[in-house]
């Protein structure tokens, strides 16, 4: 994708001083030179006096704090501004509250010809248990009702939207009275967006684009495919992107690649790689992710469900490879990780580990690994895109990974750390809307881990969350900003800055200000977030705080 947005002057060049700019050509830098879109110069605010008198603008950062604008490795744009803008049950604290917040969004709504909402979690209602058919029809009033579990993995729906679907009760992962799984899920969704209107789709991708841009995020990565969306709401995004002034947007498409041909069918979309949600299994929460060992609170011997095998991973990978594209997995449970590795291991046996190598294939989730599997992930190259606010939300030791896996399983999953020590590119993201966009609690996340020994560094996190991103995506030249880089930052209101590292496994020599290590703000839990006051995009300011 052309670094591109919505057509102003790329020639002016700005200065901007008197704050706190993290750089890693400067550790103590003050000020930063931005001209045509690229970052020209960053140093001390003595040095800034020479550059004053030959700036378009100067820009008086009073003490704030300039970093690279964060990239989002993980979205799903159009389902995120669809769950701004529609029925919101994470905030339900019970089956009945969420009952009752329906009917209010479907009494508040009658003109919506099928009703959405999203991120119900019955593992967190003292019901247990999702709301029956019965209960939604009467919520609903016999309206269409799509509700996804928070995953995204399954949805519990009313009778009328299955009435739109015909044929679904014979589809695998069709319940009568459970949540659906699996191909009658993916049709009951595929009929639900189906239902809304362009103009509708295309205000929810501008909502969802400008939360991410007043949060700080200058990039997203879209994770699109057949059984997410269609091919309309992919490119319609990809050109929405490119037209207006927002983040920039990088498309994945999740659809098997056999040969050339294929390759050439996916760029044509728009898509810089047949990866993102080409699913190998599904999710824990709806004990769907595909395991080694079964379910400790599922049916006897249940392990989930197996979409792809080791001999079909490893021709997707050979066929990319050889036609320049990357390739790309959701795999989260330790069976399907297994699966990625034995393909992508026998990929490299056919084209040889270094073309591999060289093409980043990358793997989404990638929660259960084992230290042999991480080790791999090294060997082969394999970039793990990630989400910790998987970990905040659910895991723990009373949380929704160890009722699903027992304790022990529970605590090996999303080992940071132990990819870091192997040299595995971390790459962070949200999965929005499963969780939502918020960078820097997913950094805080990950150095906060509910597991001590997964834990990493303030600054690892932040380094995967900014540069990890466009690293996943091939550019080794960006997400930082030094001389030559591209102007994409954002400014922020924060706190003192420090150089933090929540344990004391991390080296000392680190956390050491002679080191000359660029501080951020401090993310102990509890703590006060930062507050971004401007975010920038290739030179373009793509969101303003409001009053500052």
Known sequence: MTESTAPQSDHRTVLLRGGDVHSPADPFATAMVVERGHVAWVGSEGAADAFASGVDEVVDLDGALVTPAFTDAHVHTTSSGLALTGLDLSRARSLDEALALLRAHVAARPGDRVVLGHGWDAARWPEQRPPSRAELDAAAASRPVYLPRVDVHSAVVTTALLDLVPGVTGLTGYHPDAPLTGAAHHAVRAAAHGAVSPA???????AALRHAASLGIGTLHECGGPDISDEEDFAGLLKLAAAENGPRVHGYWAEQVADEKDARRIRELGAIGAAGDLFVDGSLGSHTAWLHEPYADGPAGHTGTAHLDAAQIAAHVTACTEAGLQAGFHAIGDAAVSAVVDGVRAASQTLGLSRIRG?????????????????AFAELGLTASVQPAFDAAWGGEEGMYAHRLGAGRARTLNPYAALLRAGVPLAFGSDSPVTPFDPWGTVRAAAFHRTPEHRISVRAGFTAHTRGGWRAVGRDDAGLLVPGAPADYAVWRTSELLVQAPDDRVARWSTDPRSGTPGLP?????????????????GHTVYERPNE
């Open 200 to 206: 509708q789709r295309a205000d929810a991708q501008r």
């Open 522 to 538: 401090d993310l102990t839990p509890g703590a006060e977030l930062p507050v971004c006051l401007r975010t920038v995009v290739l």
């Open 359 to 375: 093409a980043r294939h990358r793997v989404e989730h990638a929660e259960m690994l084992t230290p042999e599997t991480v080790a």
